[in-house]
T-cell receptor, first 113, second 114 residues
Framework: DGGITQSPKYLFRKEGQNVTLSCEQNLNHDAMYWYRQDPGQGLRLIYYSQIVNDFQKGDIAEGYSVSREKKESFPLTVTSAQKNPTAFYLCASSTSGGALEQFFGPGTRLTVL | AQKITQTQPGMFVQEKEAVTLDCTYDTSDPSYGLFWYKQPSSGEMIFLIY??????QNATEGRYSLNFQKARKSANLVISASQLGDSAMYFCAMRGSGGSRLTFGEGTQLTVNP
């Protein structure tokens, strides 16, 4: 089945450690996105990529990094510079341009101890 | 800059009744798209309905319809014949003409009572 996978579903890390969240899609979408969601709040855009080997900062990019070496994959690294990394992280993809919606993965809940 | 406002943090509705979730937006883009997503407690985001700024008719998808009032900059979601499974968080989102990124509102938590 076509879709977006994120792994793992739950992730625990010690403060000061970098951690990488995985996002893979087999929808042949050009564009991919990372969002952060805090409890009871909406989604905020961290980074997005419209094409392989290119990406742009979203609204809250500080303390995060991404890469887009393959069309199917858009991993997000939460670095030790991110002051409050505990949150729910959602990855999405879409066709580039057009009116079509973004498709979301199941999310990764990151807890930093 | 784009902004989405959802003024109802929580809404309650009786099963089988209709409910309207409010969404207002602000943008200077001449062309834009409006989306509604549902987020159950499991966390995944489920696309419900889309309305383009130049669409002449309000969008409908099954029990979901979008009450689009361009002059008022509102894009309210109407859910008819509510079901217990409709209990979830609902987000309004907008995409401007400059690209594919979405701006989300804070969401409305809908509870359907039996």
């Amino acid at each position: 089945d076509g879709g977006i996978t994120q792994s793992p579903k739950y992730l625990f890390r010690k403060e000061g450690q970098n951690v990488t969240l995985s996002c893979e899609q087999n929808l042949n979408h050009d564009a991919m996105y990372w969002y952060r969601q805090d409890p009871g709040q909406g989604l905020r855009l961290i980074y997005y990529s419209q094409i392989v080997n290119d990406f742009q900062k979203g609204d809250i990019a500080e303390g995060y990094s991404v890469s887009r070496e393959k069309k199917e994959s858009f991993p997000l690294t939460v670095t030790s510079a991110q002051k409050n990394p505990t949150a729910f992280y959602l990855c999405a993809s879409s066709t580039s341009g057009g009116a079509l919606e973004q498709f979301f993965g199941p999310g990764t809940r990151l807890t930093v101890l | 800059a784009q902004k989405i406002t959802q003024t109802q943090p929580g809404m309650f509705v009786q099963e089988k009744e209709a409910v309207t979730l409010d969404c207002t937006y602000d943008t200077s883009d001449p062309s834009y798209g409006l989306f509604w997503y549902k987020q159950p407690s499991s966390g995944e985001m489920i696309f419900l309905i889309y309305q383009g700024s130049y669409d002449q008719q309000n969008a409908t998808e099954g029990r979901y319809s979008l009450n689009f009032q361009k002059a008022r900059k509102s894009a309210n979601l109407v859910i008819s014949a509510s079901q217990l499974g409709d209990s979830a968080m609902y987000f309004c989102a907008m995409r401007g003409s400059g690209g594919s990124r979405l701006t989300f509102g804070e969401g409305t938590q809908l509870t359907v009572n039996p």
